[in-house]
């Protein structure tokens, strides 16, 4: 069975990439007065971010964190591709469920869940689940006593606060406790995670993470719990403009693992990778609805050349409450590219970039220099897969922008290769790939 089929995007032939799909969308358009804002999601640089993550962390198996991105194309590329992945509601599991996927893919990582939730992962086959306090272990004892617990546990980071452990994890001098619960009310735990969350800056927080849990794991042998999961969560970098590389996250993560939970100790290794694999494969081109323009008084000069002192303000037809979400909750770095490459010569004028709805915070972005551009105009963004289009909102009767899914044969190619590669049925070799 293929979970993801042609139908699903848009099939980019030899030589042509998802950049030249945006092209002749925006040509498509230009025609018209339908000038709507659209992404493009580049299925390649997903296939080719997990083709990174399987040779640059040998040992880790990812579970996708289904929240930064639930579009149901991408969602069944990740089936394809054989990952897991990190559920955190009922709605989520339900989609992964509807999309065919094994439950034994799941893990249900959300700490404080709803009591009829639980039972709904215990009536469709969803075992693992995380917790990091005493009264949810209750809950899942009465629920779901076939649960297979996985013990949260709070990361340490000496050089920054980190607002993810003032909502989850338990702190280690509460896990004893914990496991020693779990153990009375016959509630199995089988392993540790943990999530550095979303601005962790410092690859040291993984190592000392791994080093914990490894403590975790001696405590849990006391009270005879059959530990076999270390789960190492999420927060890798999605794009190259992060503050850390992704990289460095790994060197410090398979160093610890080697340390730790050396090859040969039985633990399965997994980790919740979201932004990772899709903050970078979307692009969105947006459009320029309105313009107005301020003269300025005094004539600072900022490298405005000679023209004259004025300031720009650009309304776009998507904003805060759409793609640009991300700018309020999340770490996001889009990245604007000017749709037609402007001469050197043409002036610059200090720009303002707002989204389309009547509220004044909707603003993109500010203290631009850019050349003047007209109404019509389109803007392209870099990096905006990760927490954007999830996080919208139909505020002020604004829709959220659609989404066309590219994928180039070379790539689809590859997902085949992939799928043989981890489906037993399928009997494969060791293949090659190359994207
Ligand atoms: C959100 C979340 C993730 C994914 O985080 P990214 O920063 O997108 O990688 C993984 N695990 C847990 C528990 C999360 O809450």
């Known amino acids: 069975m293929d979970y993801i089929q042609e139908s699903d995007f848009t099939v980019l032939e030899e030589g042509f990439t998802a950049r030249g799909l945006i092209e002749k969308i925006i040509n498509d358009a230009s025609q018209t007065e339908e000038r709507d804002a659209f992404l493009v999601g580049d299925m390649e640089e997903v296939v080719k971010k997990h083709l990174h993550f399987l040779k640059t962390l040998p040992r880790v198996k ?31 599991i339900e989609l992964i469920k509807e999309i065919g996927v094994n439950p034994e893919r799941i893990i249900y990582a959300n700490p404080c869940k709803q ?78 995670s943990f999530h550095v969350g979303s601005g962790c800056i410092n690859p040291q927080v993984y190592a000392q993470s791994i080093e914990d849990a490894h403590l975790v794991f001696d405590m849990a042998s006391e009270f005879r719990h059959k530990m076999r999961l270390l789960d190492i969560g999420g927060g890798f970098p999605g794009t190259v403009e992060a503050k850390i590389c992704f990289e460095e996250v790994a060197a410090a993560v398979n160093s610890s693992l080697d340390t730790y939970f050396p090859e040969g100790c039985d633990v399965d290794i997994i980790a919740e990778p979201g932004r990772y694999y899709v903050a970078s494969a979307f692009t969105l081109a947006v459009n320029i609805i309105g313009k107005r323009v301020l003269q300025q008084d005094p004539p600072e000069s900022h490298g405005a ?73 389109w803007l392209l963004y870099n990096n905006v897969g990760a927490y954007t289009i999830v996080m919208s909102s139909t505020f002020n009767g604004f829709h959220p922008p659609h989404i066309h899914f590219a994928m180039s044969l070379k790539a689809w190619e590859n997902v085949h290769l992939l799928k043989r590669r981890y489906d037993p049925a399928e009997n494969a070799e060791k293949n090659d790939f190359t994207l």
């Not at 693992?128 to 809950?139: C, G």
Request: hydrophobic residues 40%; glycine residues 6%; charged residues 20%.
């Open 305 to 377: 050349g000679n023209g004259p002192c004025k300031s720009v303000l650009y309304y776009l037809n998507d904003g805060i409450y759409g793609t640009f979400s991300h700018l309020l909750f999340d770490f996001g770095h889009p990245k604007l590219i000017l749709h037609k490459e402007p001469s050197p010569e043409k002036p610059l004028y200090m720009s303002s970039l707002w989204g389309p709805t009547c509220d004044a915070m909707d603003r993109i972005a500010e203290l631009l220099y850019l050349p003047e551009l007209c109404i019509g105009d």
């Open 62 to 92: 990812p579970f996708y964190a289904v929240k930064c991105n639930n579009f149901r194309p991408l969602v069944k590329l990740f089936a394809e591709m054989g990952t897991g992945f990190d559920c955190a509601s009922k709605s989520e």
């Open 115 to 192: 009591i009829s939730s639980i039972k709904f992962a215990a009536n469709n086959g969803v075992q693992m689940m995380t917790f990091d306090n005493e009264l949810e272990l209750i809950k899942v004892s009465e629920n779901h006593p076939k649960a297979k617990m996985v013990l949260r546990i709070a990361t340490e980071d000496s050089k920054s606060f980190n607002c993810m452990n003032v909502k989850f994890g338990a702190p280690l001098n509460t896990c004893r406790h914990l496991l020693e619960t779990a153990k009375n009310l016959n509630i199995e735990v089988i392993g540790v």
